[in-house]
């Protein structure tokens, strides 16, 4: 399976940014649409954001969209969220997580292989 490693998380005030990494092993990087996920504490996993495997098509929750930017560089195997104006709501572990089908990247998108991830802490 993709190896996954999450970075670039940390403590930033509210209105701050933040760009968060995923280095994902493997030579098939570029044949998966590629997604980042969130998980704040007592809650469920929840989509935050899609790329396809050309990067031709993105997708946002609307809880994001239009402050946060997915992008990838498959020379790099690496996909990539810019985060720009948090809130304190975006507190949370962020994941990233492949797939083989673009649409399935979303709330109900069920994957055995998370990696670690990485804390995003925004304070008020």
């Known amino acids: 399976q993709v190896q996954l490693v999450e970075s670039g998380g940390g403590l930033v005030q509210a209105g701050g940014s933040l760009r968060l990494s995923c280095v994902a092993s493997?030579?098939?990087?570029?044949?998966?649409?590629m997604g980042w996920f969130r998980q704040a504490p007592g809650k469920e996993r929840e989509f935050v954001a899609r790329?396809?495997?050309?990067?031709?098509?993105?997708s946002y929750a609307d809880s994001v969209k239009g402050r946060f930017t997915i992008s990838r560089d498959n020379a790099k195997n690496t996909v990539y969220l810019q985060m720009n104006s948090l809130k304190p709501e975006d507190t949370a572990v962020y994941y990233c997580?492949?797939?083989?089908?673009?649409?399935?990247?979303?709330?109900?998108?069920?994957?055995?292989?998370w990696g670690q991830g990485t804390q995003v802490t925004v304070s008020s």
């Open positions: 997580a492949p797939s083989d089908t673009y649409s399935k990247l979303s709330n109900s998108y069920k994957y055995d292989y």
């Open positions: 790329i396809s495997w050309a990067a031709y098509t993105t």
């Open positions: 493997g030579r098939t990087f570029s044949s998966y649409a």
